[in-house]
């Protein structure tokens, strides 16, 4: 084995070199060559987020795309992933496994599994160093191959949820000084147009959650034409009310239906959020362990023909605030045996990705797994304004915060 240095560089040297589709391979068989690791393989998250598919194997052994695939429920990975902690146990051959979680910004992207021969707390820091670089190379190299979208597909694909997943972020979940957020959907069995988005600014973190009318390609495409607009006013710098107004003239002038949804522009150094509601089912927001809806003024849904602009409404974000964005299809007549407000109260101390998950599993599973809307939330953890930096984990800053101060729910207006 080498020194205490990670080498780095050399790894992302390699990894640069080689073919998109090799980049696993590169770093696996660094940690072959540098700590004797043997059965070195990685394990992607799948789109649902309800298991693992086995890509690639250090052994030149690649499963291909989707043909390994484990359950995460319940299992060692689920709690690796949960507790973005190493797992070690022997091997009872002498050996060690080896778990690393590879997450970037708080986006779990899977796991680095291996054996080795020996464990220490160098090699083990080491082992997590690598997953990292691991995580960072995966997030620039499946923009150049299908490798890795293959790998995270273990169901056929319509073509409308081909439409909508591409309209997602390309990582459910972002974490900053400020913040954590993170999403997730359960699509409908037949595409319900639902759509959650985020971008970070200079000074601004911009959130979206909306709901397309209809289902299939109808609703897919209803849903590419309303978030295209919205993306459109961001990048160009408008204002939430010019955003909104965007998003609303484009389906009045497609003439292609109506849309509910909800727009956030939340100040990085105030925590001041100016919101727009257009039909959308009010946020929940989680203050002093008790969580209730915010009183906030629905205006009609994108689409609808009002004299009316939609209205801004404001109000201000404190340290350890939990807001949760929701679909329609998370409260559907199904769902009701899933008790939204007492999770988001029982998951207060986990990662917000974690929260997101526990709440679409619950309604997945309430609804027998068969879901007439789609199911989406959009989780926001507030940690201040001016943290002392980025704290990931598995309770991200949240769980290492004193008990907050009492307040009143946010005023609307």
């Not at 998109?20 to 059965?39: I, M, T």
């Not at 082992?127 to 995270?152: K, M, N, P, Q, S």
């Not at 929940?284 to 939609?310: I, K």
């Not at 679409?360 to 943290?387: F, K």
Request: aromatic share 4%.
């Amino acid at each position: 084995m080498d020194g205490d240095t990670l080498g780095l560089e050399d790894v992302l040297a390699e990894a640069e070199n080689a073919s998109p589709v090799d980049s696993v391979e590169v770093v696996a068989r660094n940690l072959q060559k540098r700590f004797g690791a043997a059965c070195v393989s990685f394990l992607f998250v799948d789109l649902i987020g309800e298991g693992l598919v086995r890509l690639a194997t250090a052994d030149g052994t690649a499963d291909g795309c989707g043909t390994t695939r484990t359950v995460l429920r319940d299992s060692l990975y689920e709690k690796v992933l949960r507790s973005q902690r190493l797992h070690v146990e022997a091997d009872g051959e002498g050996g060690h496994r080896v778990v690393a979680p590879v997450t970037n910004r708080g986006d779990c992207v899977g796991v680095l599994e291996m054996t080795l021969p020996h464990v220490d707390e160098r090699v083990l820091r080491q082992v997590g160093e690598a997953a990292h670089a691991l995580a960072y190379i995966i997030v620039t190299d499946r923009r150049f191959t299908d490798l890795y979208h293959c790998g995270r597909r273990t169901t056929p694909m319509s073509l409308a949820a081909e439409i909508q997943h591409h309209l997602l972020p390309s990582a459910s979940c972002c974490e900053a000084a400020q913040f954590s957020v993170a999403g997730g959907l359960v699509p409908a069995d037949d595409i319900g147009g639902d759509t959650y988005d985020y971008a970070v600014d200079q000074d601004t973190l911009h959130l979206s959650i909306t709901d397309a009318m209809g289902h299939d390609t109808d609703s897919a495409l209803l849903a590419t034409l309303l978030l295209g607009a919205l993306r459109g006013a961001r990048r160009t710098g408008c204002d939430i009310a010019e955003q909104a107004r965007r998003a609303h003239q484009a389906l009045l002038d497609h003439d292609r239906g109506l849309a509910t949804g909800q727009l956030l522009r939340i100040s990085l150094d105030e925590g001041s959020v100016q919101l727009v509601n257009a039909g959308h089912p009010r946020p929940l927001l989680l203050r002093d362990g008790t969580v209730e809806e915010l009183p906030l003024h629905a205006n009609l849904p994108f689409g609808v023909p009002s004299p009316h602009a939609h209205l801004v409404q404001r109000f201000s974000l404190r340290p350890y605030d939990r807001l949760v964005l929701l679909t329609d299809g998370m409260q559907e007549r199904a769902a009701a045996d899933a008790d939204l407000i007492g999770l988001i109260h029982d998951t207060r101390l986990l990662h917000p990705r974690e929260t997101v998950r526990a709440l679409v599993t619950a309604v997945h599973d309430a609804c027998g797994g068969s879901l007439r809307d789609d199911a989406t939330v959009l989780c926001l953890d507030w940690y201040g304004a001016h943290p002392a930096g980025r704290r990931s984990g598995a309770g991200g800053a949240r769980a290492m915060m004193p008990k907050p101060r009492s307040g009143d729910l946010p005023p609307s207006g």
